[in-house]
Structure formats: structure tokens, C-alpha cells
């Protein structure tokens, strides 16, 4: 070995030594901030369980008040299929403006108002119509109790027709019939906590992976040690790097305690896929939002600022990135716009390895895409650091 292999090995060596010492001068100093650290298991660990546990996005128990101008042996058959899980018979009303009242109050979701002769014009072949009168004040709710209803009187009159027509046929006779069968791959009890703690999660990792690489290289520019850092024998990259690498290793670990402690033993979420891969995604995820926050920090001059700029950048990547609301449901223009947001990727990578056991072999181009969203972002940040203190 030369002389000039061994100057460039050590200077390796001493490169790699100053980017530890940094990254461990802000674990201790993150270590140090009792009440954020406080703020950061809240999050990954109850904060979780109250998002799959309280957050109901299908219809369970919707209340139902009935207005009943028939009393019949029918109007009793169709007041019945409005069961539970999805409705909740409260009580029966004995005229329909008390029921609209209710509905006003918002002590009722529902009012099913049957009007009279209602079996009468059944046999007698008459058409008849019932009144589902719904509160969408949530409308997500409201739009799922009147879609659920529309199928119970659907199947409610086909059995009717049907059992009118093997009764005109005769007993012998049976009639062809198109069944409906649904295949649930990934999630076969469609369990909704699954998805709704794992979306927490990943907007919790966003959040911090954005805030605490911003708040570390803001606090320097407050604190006024960032110039002394910049003539000491440390480069800006090291300065950058050392701040990514250790909030990076922090939501790691926060990820991982999540996992262990309420998505796995609370709501039997599965990692069907390889759980290495996962983190280490995980960690490239958070290298590229964390380039986006110190960009961000670059711009700002204060953690106000900063706070500030997380809402502008932070809340469109999570209400438009698919963590919420279907991606395939957004306009064209939005899902265009959305594809520089990294969260958009690292959706499919999650749900990918954690409930289909997808691989690298389907994942590529999703991790592909946050990769080099990645390096644009921090050589951005890196550029624009450099730049501030030319």
C-alpha cells in the first residue's frame, strides 16, 4: 500500500468518525428535549391505537327510526333486514315530522317511512314506494346508510318478484339466478383498523421525518451555531447528513415501537413481506422527506417559520397522496401534481410489503421514484445550505 492509499484511507476514516460524533451530538440533543420526546411516543404508540380504534369509516349502527302506515306481515320483512352491524332500530315514530324532527335534532341517522296499504299493493301487483330520508351531515356516513338501504329494498323486491314468479311457474321449476361472489385477497375480514393505523403511522412518520431535521438545523440558526460549525473541520454535508441519519434512526425506532406494541398484538396487522425491507424503505422514506425539511429550514428563521411551512408542504401530501381517500379517485391534474410527492410511493411500498407481501421485483419502480425524489430533495437542501452562508 502506498502513501497516497493511506492518506485516502484515513481521511475516509476521519470523515466517517466526524459524521458519527455529529449524529450523536443530536441524539443528545433530541434526548434532551423531554417534552417532543414525550410528543414523539404519544404519537407512535397511543395516538395509533385511538386512530384504529376510534376512527369508524364504515357504517355500524347507524340509528333507524321507522314510520310504519301499514303494520303488515311485509312492511314487518322489510323493517327486520335493517340489522345490525350497519342500522340500529331506535324505536318507531307515529308520524314522519316527528321523525324529520329527529333527524334535525341528530339524535337519528335514518327514517324508513313505509306509507299505507303497502302489502295490499304488493298483492295486488301495484307499484309502492318507500321513504328513506337520510342526515348527511357526515356525509360519508350518510352516503353509506343510503347506499346500504337502497340494497336491502333492492333485495327485499327481487325476492318478492322471484318468489311471485317460481310461484306462477310452479314448485318444480327453478329459475337461473346471478350470484355476486367477492374474493378478499389482502385484508379477508376487511378489518378497517388495519388501514386506518398503518395510515396513522405513515403520517406520523411524514410529519417527523419533515419536522425534526428542519427544528434540529433551525435551532442551530437560532442558537447562532451554525457559523461555528461551518469553520470548524466539519463540511456541510457532514453538518446535513449527520441531522438526517440521526432523526431518520429516531422514527425508526418509533416505527418499530409502533409495530411491536399496537399494530402487531392490538389490531393483527401482519408483515406478510420481509420486515427488513420494510424498515430500511422506511428509512430511505425518511431520508427524502427530511431532505424536503431541510430545504425547508434553509428558507426559514425561526421554528415558527418552520411550523408554518410544514402546513403548506405537509397537508397536501397527506390529503392528496391516496393515505386518505382513494389516489384512483382524484382528478387527472392532481394525481399528475402528486407524483413529486414522495408519500405517493411510499403508500404502495407499505400496504405492498405489510399486507401482500409484495417484493423488490413489485416495488422497483416505487422505490425507484423515491429515490431519486430523494437526492433531488437534499441535494436541494445541501445546495441552498451552501448557498446561505457564501
Known amino acids: 500500500m502506498n502513501r497516497n492509499d493511506g492518506s485516502s484511507i484515513e481521511a475516509v476514516r476521519l470523515w466517517v468518525l466526524r459524521l458519527f460524533v455529529m449524529t450523536r451530538k443530536e441524539l443528545l440533543q433530541l434526548g434532551r428535549d423531554v417534552p417532543l420526546l414525550l410528543f414523539l411516543l404519544y404519537s407512535f404508540s397511543l395516538s395509533v391505537y385511538i386512530s384504529g380504534a376510534g376512527i369508524a369509516m364504515q357504517l355500524n349502527n347507524a340509528s333507524l327510526l321507522v314510520h310504519d302506515g301499514d303494520h303488515s306481515e311485509s312492511s314487518r320483512e322489510l323493517i327486520h333486514r335493517f340489522h345490525e352491524p350497519y342500522f340500529r332500530f331506535d324505536g318507531e315514530v307515529g308520524d314522519p315530522k316527528e321523525g324529520l324532527t329527529r333527524l334535525d335534532q341528530g339524535t337519528a341517522m335514518v327514517l324508513l317511512d313505509i306509507p299505507p296499504r303497502f302489502r295490499e299493493s304488493i298483492q295486488g301487483k301495484e307499484p309502492v314506494t318507500v321513504q328513506l330520508q337520510v342526515d348527511t351531515t357526515n356525509a360519508p356516513q350518510g352516503l353509506s346508510a343510503a347506499a346500504y338501504a337502497a340494497r336491502i329494498v333492492g333485495g327485499f323486491s327481487f325476492d318478492l318478484a322471484l318468489s311471485r314468479l317460481g310461484a306462477a311457474l310452479g314448485d318444480d321449476m327453478r329459475m337461473p339466478v346471478v350470484d355476486s361472489a367477492h374474493r378478499v385477497w389482502f385484508n379477508q375480514d376487511q378489518d378497517e383498523t388495519w388501514f386506518q393505523s398503518i395510515s396513522h403511522i405513515l403520517r406520523m412518520i411524514t410529519l417527523f421525518a419533515f419536522l425534526l431535521p428542519a427544528a434540529a438545523l433551525v435551532r442551530e440558526k437560532e442558537h447562532g451555531t451554525v457559523e461555528q460549525l461551518l469553520v470548524s473541520p466539519v463540511t456541510p454535508l457532514q453538518i446535513m447528513l449527520s441531522k438526517v441519519l440521526a432523526m431518520t434512526l429516531v422514527i425508526l425506532a418509533a416505527t418499530a415501537l ?24 422506511t428509512a430511505f422514506y425518511s ?104
Open 258 to 281: 409502533a409495530t411491536a406494541t399496537v399494530l402487531k398484538p392490538v389490531f393483527g396487522v401482519p408483515i406478510k413481506g420481509s420486515a427488513p425491507l420494510f424498515f430500511l424503505l
Open 287 to 390: 431520508f427524502t422527506v427530511a431532505g424536503l425539511g431541510l430545504f425547508a429550514a434553509t428558507v426559514t428563521k425561526n421554528q415558527a417559520q418552520v411550523g408554518m411551512v410544514a402546513l403548506l408542504v405537509i397537508s397536501p401530501m397527506l390529503l392528496l397522496s391516496g393515505i386518505t381517500t382513494p389516489f384512483e379517485a382524484m382528478p387527472p391534474w392532481v394525481q399528475t401534481l402528486m407524483a413529486l410527492s414522495p408519500l405517493r410511493y411510499y403508500i404502495d411500498i407499505t400496504y405492498g410489503i405489510l399486507l401482500k407481501g409484495s417484493g423488490l421485483e413489485l416495488l422497483w419502480d416505487s422505490i425507484l421514484a423515491m429515490v431519486l425524489l430523494g437526492g433531488t430533495l437534499f441535494g436541494l437542501g445541501l445546495w441552498r445550505f451552501r448557498r446561505q452562508f457564501q
